[in-house]
């Protein structure tokens, strides 16, 4: 498994290697304490409550794509606009299709490496 983000650019590879590992545990490393998660538009979460809501994405048992658009970064911050997907069947048979494009901020953290901020999946899409 991937160690977390040298660059800015990488935050997205790691945590899709992470997501698509399965691992919850892992996927939060991929977060600064106290990072925002918004798992739907116009509610975001932190904590405990953005750790669950992460799983429930995790929980699909999906791969997720990534692409990344743009890495806009000044300093120890950086904007990451993602396009993204997850597409498959669910483990309960059912067809998922779930596809965004994120706005997320990044930050280096003093160990030098580089986590989520803000992980806002569905960017501007309206709630």
């Given amino acids: 498994m991937r160690r977390l983000a040298e660059r800015p ?3 997205p590879m790691v945590f899709a ?3 698509n590992s399965g691992d919850l545990e892992a996927v939060a490393e991929v ?3 106290g990072a925002v998660f918004v798992p739907e538009p116009g509610s975001p979460l932190t904590g405990t409550q953005a750790h669950a809501a992460n799983g429930r994405f995790v929980g699909l048992g999906l791969p997720i794509t990534v692409r990344p658009r743009h890495v ?3 300093g120890d911050i950086a904007l ?3 396009d993204w997907v997850i ?5 309960d048979g059912r067809p998922v299709h779930i596809e965004g494009t994120a706005t997320d901020v990044a930050r280096r953290g003093q160990d030098g490496r580089w986590r989520y901020v803000i992980d806002n999946p569905f960017g ?4």
Avoid: K, P
């Fill in 17 to 19: 290697e992470r997501f």
């Fill in 72 to 74: 806009y970064s000044t």
């Fill in 80 to 82: 990451l606009i993602v």
């Fill in 31 to 33: 977060y600064e304490t």
């Fill in 124 to 127: 501007v899409r309206a709630a």
């Fill in 87 to 91: 597409d498959g069947t669910d483990r």
């Fill in 9 to 11: 650019e990488d935050v």
